[in-house]
């Protein structure tokens, strides 16, 4: 029974990038998906439990290794890493409009946010978090962006969906309110 | 909870953060103002207007002037985007009280509320900074935590097929790539001075994260041509400098540019 769920931590073991279910699936063939699923949880809890410096992480679309805050020093004088850098308000800001109005143009953001937003995404696309994604089908025919899957591993999200959504926006906005 | 208003402004990615710059700008720490029916950021209560929670008339414009500038005044330190944010929602506030207080010899349409107004910012703005502070927890949150990719890939061991690369194939990739980018319509009109210290400052950082660079990659995602000059120079230099290595896995592979282990010990 618990073969499954040692099979699947080496699995996440070796892999660099967030292993998706489509890969386990793949090694495991036949395996129903309730099965791994339930083995991951086992595997996620048992790991959170123990005094284990890493736990399981569902990011990205996959499953992943990560270490535990309390290590953060550690790792970055390891990695030689001052501190993690941070993005601007300006590149953030940019960033959730593209987010929530994607696919969208350089105007677009503009408008929404009432300051040019040039460099805040060539910022962006720098770090990989949005990409070009076409041109829109209108005069001038401009660029459309994106956000990317590393946008998602990022901010640790594993879909678009985990963004507050609109209602949630709408509550959040009226507390401000209160 | 999240603060709607105020996403924290600290270390802007772009710039070189200041050296050692103390983080006395706490969270949400924007000029906040005191009055007696009001505390708090100016965008709340310039919400709070256009929500009419607040009655434009009882804001004493001249009270929030006064005591700003004399915060300012008091403040050897300015962030100028955020003072600048101060000014527009100050000009909007006076503006709509103007339309409010003026007589007027027509009636105001009844549909023009200047309350309404916010010429560029509208309602989608309201939502972007509400998600931006959310991203902004998370992103803190994801800051204590690593996984493997983190990890500096060292350069591959000599023994692997590596072939380093001349000049001359870097600069044919250049300059066959800029070639193909003329073609492309540039619409950037106002070019930024990007110097080489900074660009190289940009680039040992890029490596320092990734371990290695795709090297017409990141030439190919510069804004401006100037600026994927600048950058190759850059890489030129650092590869004369022996910081990095440009090498191909396999012939006609892309070329990857990877920083060496131990930094020659040259003037950095």
Redesign the interface.
């Known amino acids: 029974m618990d073969d499954l769920k040692n099979i699947l931590e080496a699995l996440i073991f070796i892999s660099?990038?967030p292993l998706t279910m489509d890969k386990i699936k793949e090694v495991l063939d036949g395996t129903p998906e309730e099965e791994i699923l339930q083995a991951l949880l086992r595997l996620g809890t048992e790991m959170e439990d123990a005094p284990r410096p890493i736990r399981l992480?569902q990011t990205g679309g996959g499953w992943?290794?990560?270490?535990?805050?309390a290590?953060?020093l550690h790792?970055r004088k390891l990695?030689?890493?001052e501190r993690?850098?941070?993005?601007?308000?300006?590149?953030?800001?940019a960033?959730?409009?593209v987010?929530?109005?994607q696919p969208v143009t350089q105007t677009d953001i503009m408008?929404?946010?009432?300051?040019d937003s040039?460099?805040a995404l060539?910022?962006l696309?720098?770090?990989k978090l949005i990409k070009i994604s076409g041109r829109k089908d209108a005069p001038g025919r401009p660029l459309l962006y994106r956000t990317t899957e590393k946008f998602l591993t990022?901010?640790?999200?594993n879909s678009l969906e985990e963004?507050?959504r609109e209602t949630e926006?709408k509550k959040?906005?009226e507390?401000?309110?209160a | 909870?999240?603060?709607?208003?105020y996403?924290?402004?600290?270390?802007?990615?772009?710039k070189p953060a200041p050296e050692d710059e103390p983080a006395v700008e706490g969270a949400g720490d924007g000029y906040q103002i005191k009055l007696d029916i009001f505390e708090g950021p100016l965008d709340?209560l310039l919400?709070?207007i256009k929500?009419k929670?607040i009655g434009i008339e009882d804001i004493p414009l001249a009270v929030i002037t006064r005591e700003y500038l004399d915060y300012l005044h008091g403040r050897d330190r300015i962030n100028l985007?955020r003072e600048a944010e101060f000014l527009l929602m100050a000009a909007l506030l006076i503006y709509i009280k103007s339309q409010i207080l003026l007589p007027r010899e027509q009636p105001v349409e009844p549909d023009i509320d200047p309350r309404k107004e916010r010429p560029?910012?509208?309602e989608?703005?309201?939502?972007?900074?509400?998600?931006?502070a959310?991203?902004?927890d998370?992103?803190e949150?994801?800051?204590?935590?690593?996984?493997?990719?983190?990890?500096?890939v060292p350069l591959p061991e000599e023994d692997l097929d590596l072939i380093e690369v001349s000049l001359f194939d870097l600069a044919e990739s250049f300059f066959a790539m800029m070639k193909r980018k003329q073609a492309v319509p540039q619409r950037i009109l106002k070019t930024k001075e990007i110097s080489v210290a900074d660009k190289i400052r940009e680039i040992v950082g890029a490596l320092?994260?990734h371990g290695f660079l795709d090297f017409l990659e990141y030439l190919d995602?510069q804004?401006t041509l100037e600026e994927a000059l600048v950058a190759f120079f850059c890489l030129l230099e650092l590869i004369k400098a022996r910081r990095v290595v440009a090498v191909q896995e396999q012939l006609f592979h892309t070329i990857k540019v990877w920083l060496r282990k131990e930094p020659a010990g040259e003037d950095a």
């Not at chain 2, 909870?1 to 208003?5: Q, S, T």
């Not at chain 2, 949150?141 to 500096?152: C, F, G, K, M, V």
Request: proline share 5%; aromatic share 8%.
């Open positions: 660099v990038e992480v992943v290794f990560m270490t535990k805050p290590y953060d790792v990695l030689q890493i993690r850098k941070r993005l601007s308000s300006a590149a953030l800001e960033l959730s409009a987010a929530y109005h408008n929404i946010r009432g300051v040039t460099h060539h910022t696309l720098e770090n990022y901010f640790g999200l963004l507050p926006l959040i906005l507390e401000g309110n | 909870m999240v603060d709607p208003g996403p924290n402004e600290e270390g802007p990615l772009e709340l919400f709070l929500k929670k985007d560029d910012r509208t989608d703005y309201e939502r972007v900074k509400v998600v931006s959310v991203l902004r998370k992103e949150e994801q800051s204590t935590i690593w996984r493997r990719t983190a990890l500096n320092r994260e995602a804004e």
